[in-house]
């Protein structure tokens, strides 16, 4: 079964940057649609960017192209570059693989918190 270990989160000041970072298992991950997902608290979960195998990027509206996704392949590993961060970029994030079959695949999430 696929694994997922999310990791950079953490407490930053409004304006200021993270990056997350999604390491996955798997021979084949390289082929699976990927993606970043943000809960924050007491909403809904909602997409923040994915990415599929030919690198073609999608990004959620509150993003606002303030947000970068990308993969690196050899290391099996997403990475979400997120600048010009606010409070309400606050939540949970967790990383997420589709493979061939249609099947998800979710990581443990963490936590990310934009406040002064």
């Known amino acids: 079964q696929v694994q997922l270990v999310e990791s950079g989160g953490g407490l930053v000041q409004p304006g200021g940057s993270l990056r997350l970072s999604c390491a996955g298992s798997g021979n084949s991950f390289s082929t699976y649609t990927v993606a970043w997902y943000r809960q924050a608290p007491g909403k809904e979960r909602e997409l923040a960017a994915k990415?599929?195998?030919?690198?073609?990027?999608n990004y959620g509206d509150f993003t606002r192209r303030r947000f970068t996704i990308s993969r690196d392949n050899a290391k099996n590993t997403i990475y979400l570059q997120m600048n010009s961060l606010e409070p309400d970029d606050t939540g949970v994030y967790y990383c997420s693989a589709t493979d061939g079959a249609g099947r998800e695949y979710w990581g443990q999430g963490t936590q990310v918190t934009v406040s002064s």
């Open positions: 990415i599929n195998k030919w690198l073609v990027p």
